[in-house]
């Protein structure tokens, strides 16, 4: 079992930053992927960012603006020249391959607005 704590949202400005964190307990080892997803009211849950053991991948409207990282049990995600878009619940997101196992945090709002 995997349990995903995120942390780090909040009110921002247009053009502003923040950094989400994500803390995983339980058994981390096993984890093989490891992805930030957000959910803007009336849209479906989208991709931002992924991270495994050998790359990272962003969607096409994050690329050059947020970072995704990752230090053993924490998964970061830096954002940077935030836009109104950018508005939405953030999910952090884990998958143990060898079980087939999906984990998700509770979520945490980013609002972007002047």
């Known amino acids: 079992q995997v349990q995903l704590v995120e942390s780090g949202g909040g009110l921002v400005q247009p053009g502003g930053s923040l950094r989400l964190s994500c803390a995983a307990s339980?058994?981390?080892?096993?984890?093989?992927?490891m992805s930030w997803y957000r959910q803007a009211p009336g849209k479906q849950r989208e991709l931002v960012a992924r991270i495994t053991a050998g790359s990272t991948n962003y969607a096409d409207s994050v690329k050059g603006r947020f970072t995704i990282s990752r230090d053993n049990a924490k998964m970061y995600l830096q954002m940077n020249s935030l836009k109104p878009e950018d508005t939405a619940v953030y999910y952090c997101?884990?998958?143990?391959?060898?079980?087939?196992?999906?984990?998700w945090g509770q979520g945490t709002q980013v609002t972007v607005s002047s």
């Open positions: 997101y884990a998958f143990q391959a060898g079980r087939g196992f999906n984990y």
């Open positions: 339980g058994s981390i080892f096993s984890i093989n992927v």
